[in-house]
């Protein structure tokens, strides 16, 4: 039997695999410490707990509307023109089975065969993938820690092509913790007045989990807004990652495009989850900001404990709750026994000498790099780093 030649277009997320590594080894009794997952180790907030009961008291228990139930949709409204002053209306808004629906639905709608998909490096490891599925063409632009990471104008500019359909990045970045300021958004613009048929697809899911200050979408300049396609959800900054939510803001013919395909996929998203989402989004975000002050300890103790390795150059990020260090000071280095090649090697290295997961950074485009996530508590941090130390310092 032959399966469909679809699968052979894309790559497992490396994500996950480093994350289903990592449970083996700790099923077999090691004590395996995880830097890899991106997600919030904190419990979703009471209140919007107490939502979800009473959700499934009230008997919200029924099929939904493919887009979301409309006081959802109001919700998401209200919380943009909050916080980031943007008008929508709910028929704007589509609620997925998570942001990565989102995501897929954007890109499914918008890319035909052949067509390019302009990612700056590094990405989300989802990104490429699914324009492989979609058929389009991935075209990296590579970014250096020294740049912090950002596409300038002028490499956007050069990377334009007559078949360029899409412009995809993410701020605050994951991997990187890169965050976009308004003039550089402003910079970035101006190269897309001269392109009136890209697309913007702004992935801003880490969009509270930010240290530097306010956060700025790209659909701010109003000439733009019309293409550009925001992605959000609630896992990251309302610790609701098993929730699955996650939502599109776009004009009303890509809204309705998505809606149609989410139609034949998934339909719409969970019943109860939605209505714990109206509450979350239109509640005191105080437990949200809580939960970023303590990433931002995290992130400096993080920070402190990097600096003590040497080899190991590291941009302090400046949103989400990873640090994407460059560590191939190690590359061709040896404990005797292993030899460290490249990005996954040293991910691999890590998790079977110091036992605490990592994701290789050529999975998210920048084969220099390795993700360690700082959502982890503390001690569990400090223990991590000090094995990591421990393992570098044998290779030679």
Same mark, same amino acid.
């Given at each position: 039997?032959?399966?469909?030649?679809?699968?052979?277009?894309?790559?497992e997320?490396?994500?996950?695999?480093?994350?289903?590594?990592?449970?083996?080894?700790?099923?077999?009794?090691? #004590?395996?410490?995880?830097?890899?997952?991106?997600?919030?180790?904190?419990?979703?907030?009471?209140?919007?707990?107490?939502?979800a009961?009473?959700?499934?008291?009230?008997?919200?228990?029924?099929?939904?509307?493919?887009p979301?139930?409309?006081d @959802?949709?109001?919700?998401?409204?209200?919380?943009?023109?909050?916080?980031?002053?943007?008008d929508?209306?709910?028929?704007?808004?589509?609620?997925?089975?998570?942001?990565?629906?989102?995501?897929?639905?954007?890109?499914l709608?918008?890319?035909?065969?052949?067509?390019?998909?302009?990612?700056?490096?590094?990405?989300?490891?989802?990104?490429?993938?699914?324009?492989?599925?979609a058929?389009?063409?991935?075209?990296?632009?590579?970014?250096?820690?020294e740049?912090?990471?950002?596409?300038?104008?002028?490499?956007?500019?050069?990377?334009?092509?007559?078949?360029?359909?899409?412009?995809?990045?993410?701020?605050?970045?994951?991997?990187?913790?890169?965050?976009?300021?308004?003039?550089? @958004?402003?910079?970035?613009?101006?190269?897309?007045r001269?392109?009136?048929?890209?697309?913007?697809?702004?992935?801003?899911i880490?969009?509270?989990?930010n240290f530097?200050?306010k956060h700025?979408?790209?659909?701010?300049?109003?000439?733009l807004?019309?293409?550009?396609?925001?992605?959000?959800?609630?896992?990251?900054?309302?610790?609701?990652?098993g929730?699955?939510?996650?939502?599109?803001?776009?004009?009303?013919?890509v809204?309705?495009a998505?809606?149609?395909?989410?139609?034949?996929?998934?339909?719409?998203?969970?019943?109860i989850?939605?209505?714990?989402?109206?509450?979350?989004?239109?509640?005191d975000?105080?437990?949200?900001?809580?939960?970023v002050?303590?990433?931002?300890?995290?992130?400096?103790?993080?920070?402190?404990?990097?600096?003590?390795i040497?080899?190991?150059?590291?941009?302090?990020?400046?949103g989400?709750?990873?640090?994407?260090?460059?560590v191939?000071?190690?590359?061709?280095?040896?404990?005797?026994?292993?030899?460290i090649?490249?990005?996954?090697?040293?991910?691999?290295? @890590?998790?079977?000498?110091?036992?605490?997961s990592?994701?290789?950074? #050529?999975?998210?485009?920048?084969?220099?790099?390795?993700?360690?996530?700082?959502?982890?508590s503390m001690?569990?941090?400090?223990?991590?780093?000090?094995?990591?130390?421990?393992? @570098?310092?044998?290779?030679k």
């Open positions: 039997m032959q399966l469909s030649s679809i699968l052979t277009r894309f790559n997320p490396e994500t996950l695999k480093m994350a289903k590594l990592g449970r083996e080894l700790r099923a077999k009794g090691v #004590d395996v410490i995880d830097l890899s997952l991106g997600e919030p180790d904190f419990d979703t907030p009471q209140h919007i707990k107490d939502a009961k009473k959700a499934i008291d009230d008997n919200w228990s029924h099929y939904t509307p493919v979301g139930f409309l @959802l949709r109001e919700a998401i409204c209200q919380k943009f023109k909050r916080d980031n002053n943007l929508y209306k709910p028929e704007n808004i589509v609620a997925s089975t998570g942001a990565k629906q989102s995501l897929a639905n954007a890109i709608a918008i890319v035909d065969e052949g067509e390019e998909v302009i990612i700056p490096t590094p990405y989300w490891v989802t990104y490429s993938e699914l324009v492989k599925i058929k389009g063409k991935v075209v990296e632009v590579h970014t250096t820690l740049s912090g990471f950002k596409i300038t104008a002028a490499q956007l500019e050069k990377t334009i092509t007559d078949k360029t359909k899409a412009f995809l990045f993410s701020s605050p970045c994951n991997p990187s913790g890169a965050v976009y300021t308004k003039n550089e @958004l402003a910079e970035l613009a101006e190269v897309f001269k392109y009136p048929d890209i697309f913007i697809i702004s992935d801003e880490y969009e509270y989990i530097i200050g700025e979408s790209i659909a701010q300049f109003s000439d807004k019309d293409r550009v396609i925001i992605i959000n959800g609630l896992s990251k900054g309302f610790a609701m990652t929730w699955r939510l996650g939502y599109i803001a776009a004009n009303a013919d809204a309705k998505c809606e149609k395909l989410q139609g034949q996929f998934t339909s719409g998203t969970n019943s989850t939605q209505k714990a989402g109206v509450v979350a989004l239109t509640s975000l105080k437990p949200s900001f809580e939960m002050a303590e990433f931002t300890r995290r992130r400096k103790r993080t920070m402190e404990l990097v600096k003590e040497p080899g190991i150059k590291c941009f302090e990020p400046q989400a709750f990873y640090i994407f260090p460059d191939s000071y190690y590359y061709g280095k040896s404990d005797g026994t292993t030899v090649n490249n990005s996954a090697d040293f991910s691999m290295y @890590l998790l079977n000498t110091a036992h605490v990592s994701v290789m950074g #050529d999975a998210f485009g920048d084969g220099k790099c390795v993700r360690f996530s700082f959502a982890n001690q569990n941090i400090e223990k991590a780093w000090a094995r990591i130390k421990d393992a @570098l310092a044998k290779l």
